[in-house]
């Protein structure tokens, strides 16, 4: 009896504690996480510990620019019953400082800075630049090709392979909201007004979707792919779309750079339904650098670039691995149920069947679970069968080279805004073999190209004119401008990666526009 009486106990605790758990927490909401007292103990603690530290305690993060605040310098992390906000502003210790709650985020920023954004418009200059990075929230890894978007408007960019990003904003767009996307991760959101004059250190939370195995075998995957490609008329639209967009493309033999291109483009979009329309590129700005210095530099024309990022566009040039006539050549598998922003993906590998001669692709597509629409594909020629594709991307090389493809792999993302999908992101990565005729060792080159779009109109949208056209199809165009620090003016661009800022910085070249 008295175990009995034993167990309805603990049970009672235990609803107690449930209920006072939900208290706690109902009240945290009604008061504020700012205003709710906290006891700390951890004594002289870093900086960067201590908001570690209220983390763990309290289930919100920090979204700051690391400029702001001192990590290392040591501050007391000791309080009873005190308020967060007073908590910040003791182990902080700069006045200046202004604390914003977003969902489970708090944001710290400059106090002036936010101050002058909410005077009248006319006295703020018109445009603005909010910069950034992008990481795990545990593991504090970069997010390469993270999105970035404005919520209300066609504008956007992506982050670079070390999860930097920057966006230059204009006073139109002062009152929109910042959107943070990223495969497998719950989506965020900052008010633009909360971003300007900090470099955000933006981190995001990896979203588990817990599925029986069960059901994710019991998905048909190729029904899936055939209502995606179904889908495509509905979900990229029948009417044509004025992209604005950053691409760059560069070669490097081992770690040194060879050539590098950047070029701000508009393209001309046509629908994906109901026209004969193919689509257009003109070059806005452009500049190349070479390492001309280089004697032993190996000379290749590659069959990629521009051409090659209009081609990527699966959706519209419909992907082998989507297209009903070559289906049969590939073997489908489900193999997970991701995150995207509030909605979810399946995730459906794909691999050319065993029997089957021909170099086919391998890899991932991520298909909205709601509407079928794309939001990802990442893959690759396939390794086993990459030597039977040198004609496919080698067009001319040098005499008495021997040059051939090591690896070949795609990405491609889309956007989804007021439910039509567009095109988002593309890159390239390609290594290549290549040796002199009767030498025993081989060199091995990188080519990368990649098209970021960073703005979009879908209004009074018309075709260019012939003379306007851009060259699609020729490699690593020859136009040179000059290289001041304000090159690109008021257009967006992607900035360098480290490794390949370092490259640019040992050309024999004028190049302070990379170091800003």
């Known amino acids: 009896m008295s175990s009995l009486n034993g167990n309805r106990c603990i049970k009672f605790l235990a609803i107690a504690l449930f209920l006072l758990l939900c208290i706690q927490q109902r009240t945290l909401c009604q008061r504020g996480i700012l205003d709710s007292t906290f006891n700390f103990s951890a004594g002289s603690v870093k900086t960067g510990n201590a908001l570690d530290i209220i983390t763990r305690q309290t289930g919100y993060n920090f979204t700051y620019d690391s400029r702001l605040i001192d990590q290392d310098r040591k501050t007391e992390m000791t309080f009873t019953n005190t308020r967060l906000s007073v908590v910040l502003k003791n182990i902080l210790k700069n006045d200046s400082l202004v604390f914003s709650v977003i969902d489970r985020y708090i944001i710290i920023s400059h106090a002036e800075r936010h101050t002058a954004l909410s005077s009248d418009s006319s006295t703020v200059e018109k445009t603005r630049y909010i910069t950034g990075k ?39 767009q002062y009152n929109d909201t910042l959107s943070f996307s990223y495969l497998g991760y719950l989506g965020r959101e900052i008010p633009v007004k909360k971003a300007f004059g900090n470099n955000l250190t933006i981190s995001m939370k990896k979203e588990f979707i817990s599925i029986p195995e069960i059901i994710i075998r019991n998905q048909n995957p190729l029904e899936i792919v055939l209502k995606t490609v179904k889908a495509i008329s509905h979900n990229y639209g029948d009417t044509p779309v004025l992209m604005t967009g950053f691409y760059r493309e560069g070669v490097l033999k081992k770690s040194e750079l060879q050539t590098y291109s950047e070029a701000i483009l508009q393209i001309y979009k046509s629908a994906y339904s109901g026209t004969l329309y193919a689509d257009q590129i003109k070059v806005f700005k452009s500049r190349k650098i070479e390492n001309t210095n280089r004697s032993d530099t190996l000379a290749i024309r590659l069959k990629a670039g521009l051409s090659t990022c209009l081609d990527l566009d699966g959706a519209k040039n419909i992907f082998d691995f989507l297209n009903r006539e070559s289906m049969s050549d590939y073997s489908y598998r489900m193999t997970d149920i991701v995150t995207y922003d509030d909605e979810s993906a399946y995730a459906i590998e794909f691999e050319q069947h065993e029997n089957v001669e021909l170099p086919l692709f391998k890899g991932t597509i991520y298909i ?81 190209f990649e098209l970021a779009i960073t703005e979009m109109q879908l209004n009074n949208v018309t075709r260019f004119d012939r003379e306007e056209l851009a060259p699609v199809h020729s490699i690593f165009s020859e136009t040179i401008k000059s290289y001041d620090p304000l090159f690109w003016g008021n257009q967006d661009f992607l900035r360098p990666e480290d490794n390949l800022l370092r490259a640019l910085r040992n050309m024999n070249v004028k190049l302070q526009e990379f170091s800003k």
């Open 134 to 172: 992008i990481i795990d929230n545990e593991t504090s890894e970069p997010l390469p090709f993270a999105t970035i978007a404005l919520k209300n408007k066609g504008k956007g960019t992506v982050t670079n392979n070390n999860g930097n990003f920057g966006m230059k904003i204009t006073t139109d």
């Open 368 to 448: 909205n679970t709601v509407d079928y629409g794309i939001l990802n594909a990442e893959f690759e020629i396939n390794p086993k069968m990459i030597s039977k594709m040198k004609d496919s991307f080698i067009s001319t090389s040098t005499h008495g080279f021997d040059t051939w493809p090591v690896s070949v792999k795609y990405s491609v993302s889309y956007r989804k805004m007021n439910n039509r999908y567009f095109l988002n992101h593309v890159r390239g990565d390609l290594i290549f073999s290549s040796n002199q005729k009767k030498k025993l060792f081989h060199t091995q080159f990188k080519v990368f």
